[in-house]
C-alpha cells in the first residue's frame, strides 16, 4: 500500500468514527459519507444490544441507540469482530452525567459483558495433575487457574436480580425493583461449566476470595484478604468445574486480566 492511499484510508476512517461529521471543508463531506456512518451507527446498536440486552431494557429503545453511537466514536472498535467490541460500556456510562440517576447500570454492563465473555470463551479440561502443587509448595507460592471467561462482579447493586428479572422473569420486575429500593448488594460469578454458562450469587466472604485470585493474587493472598474454608471451597470450585488447575507463582499469570471487576 503506498503512502498516498494510506492517509486517504485513515483518512475516511477518522471521518466516520469522529463524533461529528466533517464539515463541507473536509473532502469526505457529502452523503456518500452520511450512508457509511449511518450503516456503522446501525451496526453498532445491534451489537451492543446482543450484548447488552438488559442494559437496552433499562434505558429504552432510543436512550441506548444514542449511546451505542456515542461509545461507537469515543471507544471505536479495534477489531474486525464486533463481538469483541463494548467492554468500555460500564465505564462509559458512568462517566455521562445524564445516566447519575441509574448509578447501578454499569453495574449491570459490567455482569452483562462477564456473561457475554464467558459465552465466547473456549472450554477446558482440569488439568488433575497441576493439583499435586498443593502438596509440593506452600499457599504463598501457588496460583489457581480458572475456567476460561471466569469473572466476579462485585456491586453494591442487586444485579443478578435485574439481569434474571428481565432475561427469565425470576424474580419478577416488582420484586427486583424492591432489591434495588431496599440497596440490597449482589456479588455474582460468571463462569462456563463444561459447555454450559453458570451465573451464581456469592456471599460476602467469598465473593473477595474468588475476586483476588482471579486477578492473579496468590493462595495465600486471597486467604489474607478473606479467610474462609479454603478447603471446602476447593473441593466444590473442582466439582463445579471453577478451579481447573493449580500453578506455581513463577509459571505465567494463570488467570487473565479483568476477570474481577470491583
Known sequence: MNARLARQQRGLLDALLRARPPGPQSRWHGPGLGAYRANAHAHAERAL??????????????????????????HPPTRGDLGEWGGALAGFMAHQPGLAHLPYLPDVARLEWALHG??????????????AWLEREPPERLCLRFAPGTAVVLSRWPVLSLLDAHLHG???????????????????????????????????????????????????????????DALGWLREAVRSGLCVGVAPVSDPRPNTPDGAHP
Open 49 to 74: 444490544i446482543d450484548t447488552y440486552p438488559v442494559v437496552a431494557a433499562l434505558l429504552g429503545e432510543d436512550t441506548f441507540a444514542t449511546l451505542a453511537r456515542a461509545l461507537w466514536h469515543h
Open 170 to 228: 425470576e424474580p419478577d420486575l416488582a420484586t427486583a425493583a424492591r432489591r434495588l429500593r431496599d440497596g440490597v448488594a449482589e456479588n455474582v460469578r460468571v463462569w462456563r461449566q463444561g459447555q454450559a454458562v453458570r451465573l451464581t450469587p456469592l456471599d460476602h466472604a467469598i465473593a473477595p476470595f474468588e475476586a483476588a485470585l482471579l486477578v492473579g493474587r496468590t493462595l495465600a493472598q486471597a486467604l489474607d484478604a478473606a479467610p474462609i
Open 118 to 131: 464467558a459465552t465466547r470463551a473456549d472450554g477446558t479440561s482440569p488439568d488433575a495433575a497441576s493439583f
